[in-house]
């Protein structure tokens, strides 16, 4: 974020921003501070990598995979019932399968 970028937040929040309806109060002080600060590291850093061995900023390598319907429904039915996404469904079925099926050549 430029220097540009954060006068234009603040000079917003200052000034222009607008608490929700159900708001008691908004932020103030340090309180409101360590939010900014937070915010914009989140900001920075895009989605938390799904590989804890990956250095800052690393992007995860992606594969794709075509599947009949049946089982696309299965898997987004599945997923849906478990409160999940299918990336996630999928990461974790391959690692098992790779794990189980580690030591036949």
């Not at 109060?25 to 914009?40: N, P, T, Y």
């Not at 995979?65 to 996630?88: K, M, Q």
């Not at 974790?92 to 189980?100: G, I, R």
Request: contains cysteine; aromatic residues 4%; charged residues 30%.
């Amino acid at each position: 974020m430029s220097e540009k970028d954060y006068d234009a937040v603040a000079e917003w929040a200052e000034h222009d921003m607008t608490l929700a309806r159900d708001a008691e109060k908004g932020l103030c002080g340090q309180e409101a501070a360590a939010f900014g600060r937070e915010l914009v590291e989140r900001s920075q850093g895009g989605r938390p990598s799904i590989d804890p061995d990956a250095a800052p900023g690393e992007k995860s390598p992606i594969r794709q995979v075509r599947l009949p319907r049946a089982l696309n429904a299965d898997l987004d039915a599945f997923a849906r019932n478990h409160h999940r996404n299918a990336s996630d469904v999928l990461r974790e079925a391959l690692s098992e399968y790779l794990a189980a099926h580690k030591d036949a050549s």
